[in-house]
């Protein structure tokens, strides 16, 4: 597949040499020294430089090469199309710069959650309640989101930038660069990564509100749950390798007129985008078959799709991911187990006058308060009504039942997208009938 937004140049020696390790056998007597140095553009204020040495094979006039040394330079677009090279290795700081930086931050992000469910574990009590090993893995992945809670669109455009600028773009030119049990765990990065930026795109339009909550919650439970997480991403880095030869196979190879006519770098980021939806698609179809045989296995049906459930249009984006595990039917109605409650990090206060709120501890950028606890939702025997998001002041405890019900929505939104709701339980949870259902 033609490399459009490549720029550099190539070295062939006069006398024939040993073909390197991959050349086929047929070009072993026809065979020549072949060095390449190339810089690749990005979307960014920068572009990757890669050093190759190897053979060129005379028959295919094709060269093996391995990589000797990769980086970056500070230039891109017309500056790199007209740049004439230079005899010397050259400095580059804006790359390694904008790096740091994005690591620093993933790092306070792992931090922040490691301090965030230390102080969830403490107001535990460890004889009444125990988190299991999946609970826990769910705590932990909830809080090591991106962006927190009360982000607005414009922070996560930055963070979508991050990811697609040094997440994306890095795995992509990584991946020709890398064999083996690296290229494989390259791979399993490019998929995170698209996954990440999946997540983000979603967690935009869900705090837009364009959708309705029953098909928020549908496409939600359907391709944003822990049951098939990494699992897509796992199966991307699998298939990746023969998904790229067969592109470079395609008929992408015959698109030099069109690049000339239309843009060298439009073609370029056609090429680009046939790999990164090619894996978005190996993603999507993994997650929807895994999630239909899940929920068929566990549940017999897939019903739990559209049922609403008001515990879920309370929190709306405030959760990164759904546990479908971590429903339960009773009668006709969805409800989250008391389990599900803890992994999700959801708390109960009680007031003086015995009236119940659902509680989460929030997430900031850069700071970690211990003053973190905050009221979101009003808790009526099973049913829970969003409300106005307020500083939690007073003792909190586990949930003892379950948690969930019929939702009847109105127009209202929220900072959250969370429409406020008025929810009902049918059955159980009524003031003058008020029972628990069984797990």
């Given at each position: 597949?033609?490399?459009?937004?490549?720029?550099?140049?190539?070295?062939?020696?006069?006398?024939?040499?040993?073909?390197?390790?991959?050349?086929?056998?047929?070009?072993?007597?026809?065979?020549?020294?072949?060095?390449?140095?190339?810089?690749?553009?990005?979307?960014?204020?920068?572009?990757?430089?890669?050093?190759?040495?190897?053979?060129?094979?005379?028959?295919?006039?094709?060269?093996?090469?391995?990589?000797?040394?990769?980086?970056?330079?500070?230039?891109?677009?017309?500056?790199?199309?007209?740049?004439?090279?230079?005899?010397?290795?050259?400095?580059?700081?804006?790359y390694g710069l904008a790096g740091a930086l994005w690591t620093a931050?993933?790092?306070?992000?792992?931090?922040?959650?490691?301090?965030?469910?230390?102080?969830?574990?403490?107001?535990?009590?460890?004889?009444?309640?125990?988190?299991?090993?999946?609970?826990?893995?769910?705590?932990?992945?909830?809080?090591?989101?991106?962006?927190?809670?009360?982000?607005?669109?414009?922070?996560?455009?930055?963070?979508?930038?991050?990811?697609?600028?040094?997440?994306?773009?890095?795995?992509?030119?990584?991946?020709?660069?890398?064999?083996?049990?690296?290229?494989?765990?390259?791979?399993?990065?490019?998929?995170?990564?698209?996954?990440?930026?999946?997540?983000?795109?979603?967690?935009?339009?869900?705090?837009?509100?364009?959708?309705?909550?029953?098909?928020?919650?549908?496409?939600?439970?359907?391709?944003?749950?822990?049951?098939?997480?990494?699992?897509?991403?796992?199966?991307?880095?699998?298939?990746?390798?023969?998904?790229?030869?067969?592109?470079?196979?395609?008929?992408?190879?015959?698109?030099?007129?069109?690049?000339?006519?239309?843009?060298?770098?439009?073609?370029?980021?056609?090429?680009?985008?046939?790999?990164?939806?090619?894996?978005?698609?190996?993603?999507?179809?993994?997650?929807?078959?895994?999630?239909?045989?899940?929920?068929?296995?566990?549940?017999?049906?897939?019903?739990?799709?559209?049922?609403?459930?008001?515990?879920?249009?309370?929190?709306?984006?405030?959760?990164?991911?759904?546990?479908?595990?971590?429903?339960?039917?009773?009668?006709?109605n969805l409800y989250y187990k008391m389990n599900a409650l803890m992994?999700?990090?959801?708390?109960?206060?009680?007031?003086?006058?015995?009236?119940?709120?659902?509680?989460?501890?929030?997430?900031?950028?850069?700071t970690i308060p211990r003053e973190c606890l905050v009221v979101f939702?009003?808790?009526?025997?099973?049913?829970?009504?969003?409300?106005?998001?307020?500083?939690?002041?007073?003792?909190?405890?586990?949930?003892?039942?379950?948690?969930?019900?019929?939702?009847?929505?109105?127009?209202?939104?929220?900072?959250?997208?969370?429409?406020?709701?008025?929810?009902?339980?049918?059955?159980?949870?009524?003031?003058?009938?008020?029972?628990?259902?069984?797990?």
């Amino acid at each position: 597949m033609p490399q459009y937004n490549v720029h550099g140049s190539y070295f062939i020696g006069f006398n024939k040499v040993t073909p390197y390790r991959t050349t086929p056998t047929n070009c072993a007597n026809d065979s020549y020294p072949f060095e390449s140095y190339f810089y690749h553009g990005s979307i960014g204020y920068y572009s990757f430089f890669i050093e190759g040495e190897g053979t060129l094979c005379a028959l295919d006039s094709t060269a093996y090469d391995v990589v000797k040394a990769i980086g970056t330079y500070d230039t891109n677009g017309y500056r790199l199309a007209n740049d004439k090279g230079y005899a010397f290795y050259r400095r580059s700081y804006w790359y390694g710069l904008a790096g740091a930086l994005w690591t620093a931050y993933r790092f306070w992000v792992i931090r922040r959650s490691f301090v965030s469910c230390m102080r969830f574990v403490g107001r535990c009590d460890p004889a009444a309640e125990c988190i299991r090993f999946q609970d826990a893995l769910v705590l932990v992945q909830e809080s090591m989101r991106l962006s927190p809670h009360g982000a607005k669109n414009f922070h996560r455009l930055v963070l979508l930038f991050a990811l697609l600028d040094l997440g994306l773009m890095s795995d992509l030119f990584l991946l020709i660069t890398q064999e083996g049990l690296t290229g494989r765990v390259q791979a399993i990065s490019l998929g995170y990564n698209l996954a990440s930026i999946m997540s983000t795109l979603f967690e935009m339009v869900e705090t837009i509100s364009w959708m309705r909550e029953k098909t928020r919650c549908f496409v939600k439970r359907l391709l944003f749950n822990y049951e098939t997480a990494l699992v897509g991403e796992m199966l991307t880095a699998v298939l990746i390798q023969y998904y790229l030869t067969s592109l470079n196979r395609s008929s992408l190879r015959h698109t030099e007129t069109d690049a000339k006519a239309v843009s060298y770098y439009v073609m370029s980021l056609v090429g680009h985008s046939c790999i990164a939806l090619g894996c978005v698609l190996v993603i999507v179809l993994t997650r929807l078959l895994g999630t239909l045989g899940f929920l068929w296995w566990k549940f017999g049906g897939l019903g739990l799709l559209t049922k609403p459930c008001c515990v879920d249009t309370a929190l709306g984006s405030r959760c990164k991911l759904i546990l479908l595990a971590g429903y339960v039917w009773e009668g006709d109605n969805l409800y989250y187990k008391m389990n599900a409650l803890m992994a999700f990090g959801l708390s109960k206060l009680t007031e003086e006058d015995g009236s119940e709120f659902l509680v989460h501890s929030k997430l900031y950028w850069f700071t970690i308060p211990r003053e973190c606890l905050v009221v979101f939702g009003a808790v009526s025997g099973t049913s829970v009504e969003a409300c106005d998001e307020r500083p939690c002041s007073g003792v909190v405890s586990a949930f003892e039942r379950v948690l969930g019900g019929n939702v009847e929505t109105s127009r209202r939104s929220s900072a959250y997208g969370v429409t406020q709701i008025k929810s009902s339980v049918l059955g159980a949870g009524r003031k003058n009938n008020r029972t628990t259902p069984t797990v």
